[in-house]
């Protein structure tokens, strides 16, 4: 999720071959776009990657999972800041050497986090990872634009969040499944050396980006009197905070409720994935006819799941069976919010999903703030109906407001 530079026409022409129309896509064009989707991948992985690796971390440093908990919360808080303020403070400096520099932070934020020998160097690793999720969201999706023809825009966005939605509902597992085989510095190791792989790919594939205007805050403030957008950022707050107060601890709900042994928790996750792509594909094919509704749905679903699992999620089937439930819940969350965002506000879409990307940001990182303080003060029961609770809070303000239209 990203503040979106002013859509300008693309800057890149390789020299060879010749442009073949004032629709072609030139293939350098395209393979840039694949290294931006996948930036956005990496981004997200990194920041989440610790959900599925919680019970290992405390364990490695002793400390409670409540407080491994702040490894999702301090990146969080910190890309919640940074989304907004980043464009603003680099001004109209080349938005190529920025990206590149931000994404080569997050790997050696990562590589840090291997090497960290105590929670409070991981802590302060996670803080770097932060600025770096915010700055690159705030830039990524304008740059993709800003690389093929008005005709391909759409597609180069849709691609640009496409590596977002997928670390979504597959990062975290992957990271799992790649701690609970090699350790959990093996995953941070590989996220970021995924991230230096974009690095090396960004710097050859991108052109020069100059700014086309610098970006201010005044316009993200004016979205706040538009009571769409209100209800809107309202709702991605509610249904992002919900689902992080409890999915930050899914690694030891599985293991402590669930009974699933700590090898069966990476596929499991993997299942989820799947379960979230599914989810996503079903929002965006009905949120076009009834964003409103389908909201509803979800957060519906969402707090159904999260009241049954201390409940019916006692045994590994059980478990499971919820845990896919779940993910066909949240999937479709980033496709709904953003279609509610982008159809109350048509005229001053760059601003309005500017100002929702640092409240999801935010969401994530207060969600697991309170979880881990409802884990440590009391049980991981406790954190799954605090989940479900606030998934009830979602569905009973969207059924309040009025309907969105176009």
């Known amino acids: 999720m990203t503040t979106v530079e002013p859509v300008r026409p693309s800057t890149f022409t390789p ?32 920041e989440q990657l610790p959900m599925g690796l919680l019970t290992p ?18 990146p969080g808080l910190v890309a919640s800041a940074a989304a907004p303020l980043l ?31 105590n929670f409070a160097v991981l802590l302060a690793a996670r803080f770097l990872v932060g600025i770096g999720i915010g700055g690159f969201w705030a830039l990524a999706a304008g740059i993709a634009v800003r690389l093929v023809p008005e005709a391909h825009i759409g597609r180069a966005t849709a691609l640009t969040f496409g590596g977002a939605t997928a670390a979504n509902v597959l990062g975290v597992p992957a990271g799992t499944l790649i701690g609970g085989f090699s350790g959990w510095r093996t995953a941070f190791a590989t996220v970021g050396g995924l991230g230096l792989l974009v690095v090396v790919a960004l710097a050859a594939l991108l052109p020069t980006l100059p700014a086309a205007a610098p970006v201010r805050l005044g316009t993200l403030a004016a979205q706040l009197r538009n009571r769409a957008v209100r209800t809107g950022v309202l709702t991605t707050f509610l249904l992002v905070g919900g689902h992080f107060a409890a999915f930050t601890f899914v690694s030891p709900v599985l293991q402590e409720v669930s009974g699933i042994g700590a090898g069966l928790v990476g596929p499991l996750l993997l ?21 409103r509704s389908v909201v509803i749905a979800i957060a519906l679903l969402l707090m159904t799941v999260l009241a049954l699992f201390p409940l019916l999620g006692t045994s590994p089937v059980g478990g499971a069976v919820l845990l896919i439930g779940w993910g066909l819940a949240f999937g479709g969350v980033p496709v ?23 409240v999801f940001n935010l969401a994530i990182a207060l969600g697991a703030l309170f979880g881990g303080l409802v884990v440590n003060t009391a049980t991981l029961g406790a954190a799954l109906w605090t989940g479900a609770a606030i998934g009830l809070l979602t569905a009973l303000t969207v059924w309040r407001a009025r309907r969105v239209t176009a």
């Not at 072609?24 to 997200?44: D, E, I, K, Y």
């Not at 109209?92 to 994404?103: F, K, N």
């Open 87 to 117: 464009p603003v403070a680099i001004g109209r400096r080349d938005r190529r050497t920025v990206l590149v520099a931000l994404l080569a932070l997050m790997a050696a934020a990562n590589l840090l986090a291997v090497l960290a020998p």
């Open 15 to 46: 020299a060879q071959p010749p442009d073949p129309g004032p629709t072609a896509v030139p293939l350098r064009s395209r393979l840039a776009l694949v290294a931006v989707a996948v930036g956005t991948f990496a981004m997200v992985t990194a």
């Open 57 to 74: 971390l405390g364990g490695a440093f002793d400390v409670s999972e409540g407080t491994a908990g702040l490894m999702v919360t301090v």
């Open 336 to 358: 709904s919010v953003q279609t509610w965002i982008l159809r109350s506000a048509p005229g001053e879409a760059e601003a309005a999903t500017a100002l929702n990307t640092s």
């Open 271 to 291: 299942a989820f994935g799947v379960a979230g792509i599914v989810g996503n594909f079903l929002a965006g094919a009905t949120a076009g006819r009834d964003i």
